[in-house]
């Protein structure tokens, strides 16, 4: 038995090994500085804009939850109950062609998450999920202060991850923007 154990440890070790430097290539696409500070003055306003244009009565609090999934747990629970993505069903994201009653009536369109948190092992599971959701991560570092950032556009006090439900709003145009990025690019000065 003890060679069947020691046969699949370095399996393990090597999807490991794997996942982990996919994950360190996407974190090195993260905004941070000025990029960091332009995009969540953007996503802010168009925040703004989409509770004003809204009208609704609703609490603060509860808008907020209606639009966004926040906090690693809630980011989570949503992107399980998201069916996995197929290849068809990836090139249609937006607009599938058939509907499964089943499935969550909440989708993601993109999480947002501070790759500066600590412990790592908080977020260390959301690439996998999100990219088997075909969800895209938009990761964001700021000085260990990550968090705080993401927390200020939500309105308390740190967000480990946030994630955009797809709603139809002006905040999911800006947020479109940015995945297919048309906006916030890296100057070459940069």
């Known amino acids: 038995m003890a060679s069947r154990s020691s046969a699949k440890t370095p399996k393990k070790d090597g999807n490991k090994n ?11 696409n993260c905004y941070e500085g000025e990029r960091l500070t332009s995009l969540l003055q953007s996503i802010h ?13 609703l609490p603060e ?8 999934s926040i ?24 607009f599938p062609l058939r509907r499964n009653h089943k499935a969550s009536s909440v989708k993601l369109q993109a999480v947002l998450v501070a790759s500066d948190c600590n412990p ?5 599971h959301l690439p996998s999920l999100a990219s088997s959701r075909s969800v895209p991560l938009i990761f964001v570092r700021d000085n260990k202060q990550g968090s705080l950032r993401l927390g200020e556009l939500v309105q308390l006090k740190t967000a480990i991850a946030i994630g955009i439900k797809v709603k139809g709003s002006t905040i999911n145009k800006i947020v479109q923007e940015i995945i297919q ?7 070459p000065g940069q």
Do not use: H, Y
């Open 181 to 187: 990025g048309e906006r916030f690019e890296l100057s």
């Open 18 to 28: 794997n996942s982990n430097s996919s994950i360190a290539s996407q974190e090195n």
């Open 45 to 57: 306003r168009e925040i703004q804009s989409t509770r004003l244009l809204d009208g609704s009565s």
């Open 120 to 124: 790592r092992w908080l977020t260390k």
């Open 61 to 68: 609090k509860i808008w907020f939850k209606q639009q966004f």
């Open 71 to 94: 906090g690693v747990n809630d980011v989570t629970r949503v992107l399980e109950r998201m069916n996995p993505c197929t290849e068809l069903e990836r090139s249609a994201e937006l």
